[in-house]
């Protein structure tokens, strides 16, 4: 079962803008830390960018500091990443990731299945 939903990829030029959101139909995401990763063709996953659930603490990969921004609306139950100033090398599917520590010291760990974002003119 798909445990969440991202969206809002696609094609865009150099210099150009994206949103992407991460939506979980079945679970709460209130006490979830969430992040987005990203695998370009070839290469390794790597972490983008991270936002905490207590306090909002966000944190990011040096490569997107200053383009991207990592955000959550709990109302909403979804997370978004706005990824601004977008470079060829962004290129990449991007996935969203779900952890949570329950009281009996398990970990959740939840995956979407990904949007490709292409950024090429």
């Known amino acids: 079962q798909v445990q969440l939903v991202e969206s809002g990829g696609g094609l865009v030029q150099p210099g150009g803008s994206l949103r992407l959101s991460c939506a979980a139909p079945?679970?709460?995401?209130?006490?979830?830390?969430m992040n987005w990763f990203r695998q370009a063709p070839g290469k390794e996953r790597e972490g983008v960018a991270c936002?905490?659930?207590?306090?909002?603490?966000?944190s990011y990969a040096d490569s997107v500091k200053g383009r991207f921004t990592i955000s959550r609306d709990n109302a909403k139950n979804t997370v978004y990443l706005q990824m601004n100033s977008l470079r060829p090398e962004d290129t990449a599917v991007y996935y969203c990731?779900?952890?949570?520590?329950?009281?009996?010291?398990?970990?959740?760990?939840?995956w979407g299945t990904g949007t490709l974002v292409t950024v090429s003119s």
């Open positions: 990731n779900g952890k949570t520590l329950q009281a009996t010291g398990a970990t959740l760990d939840y």
């Open positions: 079945r679970f709460t995401l209130d006490y979830y830390a």
């Open positions: 936002i905490g659930y207590s306090d909002g603490s966000t």
